[in-house]
């Protein structure tokens, strides 16, 4: 299990950017050579992320790397490039677009013949970025396609466009709209990854200088499930990490629920009254998600 409240977004083409980001307190880093760089800076920020990773203090942040479309041309030599040289500096592919389990299956069988061709001990974990209707369409089967696989990643603004939608919607709210348009994408991306026992994470927000309309957004997928958000700039972090974390006052509760209900089941009682409110093991199950975000985070 890795933390993922705030996932920082990080153009692998910006030297000063990722020297900042490194310094951040976010839980992820991803050096991103797709959307952000442009075609003709491609090979060159391949080079800098690798200098970012292997020269770079990053404490205790998930290092990352958002290859390019798999569909481009430029695919495959990130993946090669990137994994061979950067070594065990990297912890996570980023893999964007896809649309079905065999595009992972592809990237898990490449890595596979890189790491035994090196023999790597450490295995590069993937997270995916769900932002085509394909891949909505496939999402319990792109959950399951892999072993390596650590995350779905909620992609709004590409998956606006593939599904012929306003612009508007991207950041999750639009007048002429009741309720949230991002309510489906998103509760079938939290049960698929819940179900193949790995974490849901929602996309970018692009208006850094909308704090509200962040907070909202990080809301709405916390309250379905999601573990975290990506930032694409520093001020988005701290609004992640306490969006996506339990407060004190919520761990405190949870393990005093849970050492009363063990005392009741020694007792063999299944049931107990706390507060005025019943407790039994189905809010158990729901507290246990709090204490394990608890431990994680030393709390």
């Known amino acids: 299990m890795r933390l993922r409240r705030s996932e920082l977004s990080t153009p692998a083409s910006n030297e000063r950017m990722m020297q900042k980001a490194a310094a951040s307190e976010t839980d992820l880093v991803l050096l991103d050579l797709e959307d952000s760089v442009a ?12 200098q970012a990773l292997t020269t770079l203090d990053w404490g205790k942040k998930t290092r990352a790397v958002r290859i390019n479309d798999l569909e481009s041309e430029y695919a495959y030599q990130d993946i090669i490039t990137v994994v061979e040289e950067a070594g065990e500096r990297l912890d996570i592919l980023i893999v964007p677009k896809v649309k079905s389990g065999k595009d992972v299956w592809w990237v898990d069988l490449l890595l596979t013949q890189i790491e035994k061709r090196l023999k790597r001990p450490k295995r590069i974990g993937l997270e ?59 509760n079938k991306i939290a049960i698929a990854a819940r179900a193949a026992g790995i974490d849901a994470i929602d996309g970018a927000y692009p208006d ?3 704090a509200e309309g962040y907070r909202r957004e990080c809301t709405h997928s916390h309250t379905l499930g999601f573990v975290g958000k990506w930032a694409i700039h520093p001020s988005q972090i701290a609004i992640a990490n306490q969006i996506y974390a339990p407060s004190q006052e919520e761990v405190a509760r949870a393990r005093k629920l849970d050492a009363a209900y063990q005392e009741a089941l020694d007792r063999g009682v299944g049931a107990i009254a706390i507060d005025g409110k019943m407790i039994d093991v189905a809010i158990i199950r729901s507290l246990r998600t709090t204490l394990q975000k608890a431990d994680l985070l030393g709390m």
């Open 39 to 50: 075609p003709e800076e491609k090979a060159a920020a391949r080079t800098k992320a690798i």
């Open 128 to 186: 995916v970025l769900i932002e085509e209707v394909e891949a909505m369409l496939h999402v319990e089967e792109i959950a399951r396609a892999s072993s390596r696989l650590e995350a779905l990643i909620f992609g709004p603004a590409d998956y606006s466009a593939s599904q012929g939608m306003n612009s508007k919607v991207i950041e999750g709210s639009l007048a002429d709209y009741p309720g949230d348009p991002w309510h489906y994408a998103r």
């Open 208 to 210: 850094f200088s909308n």
